[in-house]
């Protein structure tokens, strides 16, 4: 294992497998999943502790002579859990590349910083409604702000692959925007060898165009033929860039929520765009997406785009 305190963040992050604990049961699962996928990606694993001592000195207000005697015991606190954090790693893969990182920052203003150079940020959460205590409002910021790929590490028994054999299954919104999210899917797939299921609802499109028409004035009869077709058409390039990746294509009238919630316990992991600044159409981060990483029953990855 290898600490750091004053190392620049972003090459310390830089296409790293970054995860983010607390020291609790369900952040120790998302530091297995992690490790896992560092080890399937071959590549380095960075865990993190954010210590908030802003936040801690906030508190404290004017009172700095006491600061070291809160601060003190919060550092040895962090090391501990780093430490049994990557001892956890290497007891998926003892071979693993681990590095651990006690920085003085909010946990949520930490992992999106080191977003911006990772594989992939993941964190855990509680299965079950609800988030994490401790992580949630970590959770939910990383989620929406975040650059590339967050993965919230959800299951009903999270320490262990909710479905290894499962399918990588997608939600395709039809926007352009959400071309990363499919990028992201195919990858993933490609990269465990896994079936990959392209999810559309055409009951989420109200507006939009296909083909130079408005959806609203396309028959009715017709409608669920253009979403195929969008589909289709959305996934075509991808298809022909990972020709080893198996693709099944489902066009539901249910919307997004119902459709990837009861996809996920089948799937290995789900993945969704992000609303992005200004929103877009769609799986938004707000609705299907923050549903997801608080009751999907498998990792749901939230991919913003570049």
């Keep these: 294992m290898i600490a750091a305190r004053e190392a620049n963040p972003h090459q310390l992050a830089s296409a790293a497998v970054v995860v983010g604990t607390d020291g609790s049961t369900t952040s120790d699962a998302a530091v297995q999943w992690a490790a896992r996928t560092a080890a399937h990606k071959r590549r380095r694993l960075l865990i993190v502790h954010g210590l908030d001592l802003a936040g801690t000195r906030a508190v404290l207000g004017s009172y700095d002579a006491m600061e070291p005697s809160v601060v003190g015991p919060l550092r040895v606190r962090g090391e501990h859990i780093l430490a049994e954090a990557s001892a956890l790693a290497h007891d998926v893969d003892p071979e693993l590349a681990v590095t651990t990182q006690l920085s003085e920052a909010n946990p949520a203003e930490l992992l999106i910083e080191l977003s911006q150079t990772a594989d992939l940020v993941a964190l855990g959460a509680a299965p079950g ?178």
Aim: aromatic share 6%.
């Design 129 to 306: 409604v609800g988030t994490l205590a401790h992580l949630g409002s970590t959770l939910l910021a990383v989620a929406s702000h975040g650059h590339g790929a967050t993965v919230v590490v959800r299951g009903p028994d999270t320490g262990q692959p909710a479905h290894p054999v499962g399918p990588v299954v997608v939600g395709v919104d039809g926007s352009p925007v959400g071309e990363a999210a499919i990028a992201a899917a195919f990858a993933e797939a490609s990269e465990r060898a896994a079936e990959l299921v392209a999810v559309h609802a055409w009951s989420d499109l109200n507006v939009g165009a296909f083909a130079g028409g408005a959806y609203l004035e396309i028959p009715i009869v017709d409608l669920e033929i253009a979403e195929h077709a969008l589909l289709a058409e959305r996934l075509a390039g991808w298809q022909e860039k990972y020709p080893d990746v198996t693709v099944t294509r489902k066009v539901s009238v249910f919307g997004p929520r119902e459709l990837l919630g009861k996809w996920s316990k089948l799937a290995q992991l789900i993945v969704v765009g992000s609303r992005g600044r200004g929103g877009f159409r769609g799986l938004l981060l707000g609705s299907t997406g923050n549903w997801l990483v608080q009751h999907a029953d498998c990792p749901v990855m939230v991919v913003h785009p570049s």
